[in-house]
């Protein structure tokens, strides 16, 4: 069983998604104070990448969206034509409240599996901080790509903890290998690769920038 233990003394299981929801629901009224407190900047950092390879015009999924904490910064940034993904209705909703997302979906994502979501569809799908032990992972990523229509662009950003394989911190997942195999497949081409600092409590983010084929 994962356990994960978060700021403020955050505690659930997030063996499977369906209990991964559940952990995410209840934490979603103090997701964002819990953030503030670890100065979480990856929100921020994603919005100031996007923004060098993105149009105002551009339909953009946020997958994982959560409370939405990327909304303002992309707004800011003029991209406001966004619709909003995730597998937590609590957070989801908060995230809705900041009337910032045109559509927005819960559904909840499984390894491996094709979602609900539209497929080729979206001029950009962006994604920050659910690559982690208690979310998403390299099982998910066919999935995510799949929603960019042909030439767009794929944005992911993470800690850098969680790029390779972690027995340490039961994390098997080798997320580095996933999309080196998505390159040579021809699926993707790497557009940038960007270490930042400060992307959550201190340590370092990566994001990476994806043109899909």
């Not at 998604?17 to 952990?23: R, S």
């Not at 910032?100 to 979602?115: I, M, N, Q, R, V």
């Not at 027995?167 to 996933?178: E, M, N, R, S, W």
Request: glycine share 10%; hydrophobic share 35%; proline share 4%.
């Amino acid at each position: 069983m994962v356990k994960y233990t978060g700021s403020a003394g955050i505690n659930f299981d997030a063996s499977t998604p369906e209990l991964a929801e559940k952990g995410f629901d209840g934490w979603a009224k103090t997701y964002e104070a819990d953030s503030d407190l670890h100065h979480y900047n990856g929100p921020k950092q994603l919005a100031d990448i996007a923004k060098k390879y993105l149009k105002p015009t551009d339909l953009i999924l946020v997958t994982c969206v959560g409370t939405g904490l990327e909304l303002p910064h992309l707004h800011a940034a003029g991209l406001t034509n966004l619709h909003g993904q995730d597998g937590s209705k609590e957070m989801l909703s908060v995230a809705n409240s900041k009337g910032l997302l045109k559509e927005s979906f819960h559904e909840l994502l499984f390894p491996g599996k094709t979602s609900n979501l539209k497929s080729h569809f979206y001029d950009a799908t962006v994604n920050v901080g659910s690559i982690n032990r208690r979310g998403l992972d390299a099982r998910y990523m066919d999935d995510l790509v799949r929603t960019v229509a042909p030439g767009g662009v794929f944005i992911i950003g993470l800690r850098d903890t969680w790029l390779e394989p972690r027995p340490d911190l039961d994390y098997p997942y080798d997320l580095t290998a996933k999309m080196n195999e998505m390159e040579s497949n021809g699926k993707l081409q790497l557009i940038e690769r960007t270490v930042t600092q400060e992307f959550y409590d201190g340590m370092d983010g990566v994001f990476f920038v994806y043109r899909v084929q």
